[in-house]
């Protein structure tokens, strides 16, 4: 999957957790940017000449629990350490689905998990597209049902007011989105 997919579905992963334990709207950025974290052995493969480790070498819960650790001898925050959990695991369940799969356990080889999405064909674009489209839409209206009390959809001003928020929610979300994969790209990761 593309950069923006991954931290589209980080982002709305992230504004789940944000909506439902009264989090830190930071949650649900540092959740975005984890959720790419995996494909740094994507530049390890292609530009700093490690071989054939993309989805293998970063993408497994070895890597993870490395990770873990880190951030908790770093920082000493659980709230930290979920959203790296929390991002992290958001990339390797949607690398799942795709042809090429994840071994979650790599080097050990069973547990690899794929499933039909190829990236190489040619509307895998616009496919990507939709989902980021709805990762950031939804993360948008959750964002906002926890600022205000939603009305219902029975009623033309609650109709309105959700398509506006609807709109917002998705342009405030693909902006964090673009900000990290900017960052990102910025750091030399990708
Ligand atoms: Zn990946």
Known sequence: MRLL?????????????????????????????????????????FSWGFGSVHRK????????????????FLFRELILVLAVIVGFTSHLLIDSF???????????????????????????K???KYLQTAFFTSSGLLFFA???LLPGVFSYEGIIL??????AGYY????????LERIIRGLGLL
């Open 98 to 124: 795709t042809v090429t799969g994840v071994y979650w356990l790599y080097p050990i080889g069973k547990y690899h998990l794929k499933g039909p999405f190829s990236m190489s064909r040619a509307e895998s």
């Open 126 to 128: 616009s496919i990507e």
């Open 57 to 72: 070498l970063l993408h497994n819960v070895w890597f993870l629990t490395i990770l873990v650790f880190l951030v908790l």
């Open 5 to 45: 997919t991954h931290t589209a579905f980080g982002l709305f992963l992230g504004t789940v957790f944000y909506y439902l334990f009264n989090l830190d709207i930071g949650f649900i950025l540092l959740t975005g940017f984890a959720a790419f974290l995996p494909d740094i052995d994507w530049i390890m493969e």
């Open 162 to 167: 959700i398509g506006a928020l609807l709109i």
């Open 146 to 148: 926890r600022q205000i």
């Open 172 to 179: 405030l979300f693909k902006a964090f989105g673009k900000v």
